[in-house]
C-alpha cells in the first residue's frame, strides 16, 4: 500500500470508530504531540486511551480529508475535524456544541506504521 493509500486507510479508520484498526496503525512506542492542547503522549496505548476519551467527547466526530503529501516515511496530512460535543469531557464546550476546526498531522513512519504523530492546530 502506497503512504497516499494508508492515509486514506487511517481516516476510514478513525471515521468508522475501528480504534483497533486505528491503533494498529502505530508503533507501540508512538509519539504523538499536540502542543496547542498541552498533549504529549508515548505509546499505543496512552495514545488510544486518548482517541477513546475524545470519541466519547465528540461522538459523532469525523476527520475530512484535504490534502495528502509524501516524501518518503514522512507525511503531512491537512484534514477537517467535525462534530457535536456530548459535554461529557472536560476542557470541551458545553453538549451541543458544534466543533470544527482544521488539522495539520504530520506523520513519520517506520516500517509501515506511525512511529511520530505531530498535530498542529488551525481555526
Not at 495539520?104 to 516500517?111: H, Q
Request: aromatic share 12%.
Amino acid at each position: 500500500m502506497s503512504n497516499s493509500e494508508f492515509v486514506q486507510q487511517w481516516v476510514k479508520a478513525y471515521n468508522d470508530k475501528d480504534f483497533d484498526r486505528f491503533a494498529s496503525m502505530n508503533t507501540d512506542d508512538v509519539v504523538y504531540t499536540i502542543a496547542a492542547l498541552g498533549h504529549a503522549f508515548t505509546g499505543r496505548e496512552a495514545f488510544l486511551q486518548h482517541i477513546r476519551e475524545y470519541a466519547d467527547g465528540v461522538p459523532d466526530r469525523r476527520f475530512i480529508l484535504d490534502q495528502v503529501i509524501v516524501d518518503g516515511d514522512l507525511i503531512a496530512v491537512e484534514y477537517r475535524f467535525e462534530g457535536t460535543s456530548s459535554g461529557k469531557v472536560a476542557g470541551l464546550p458545553p453538549a451541543g456544541t458544534v466543533l470544527k476546526t482544521s488539522f495539520c498531522s504530520v506523520l513519520r513512519l517506520r516500517d509501515g506504521r506511525i512511529a511520530v504523530q505531530t498535530d498542529y492546530l488551525g481555526g
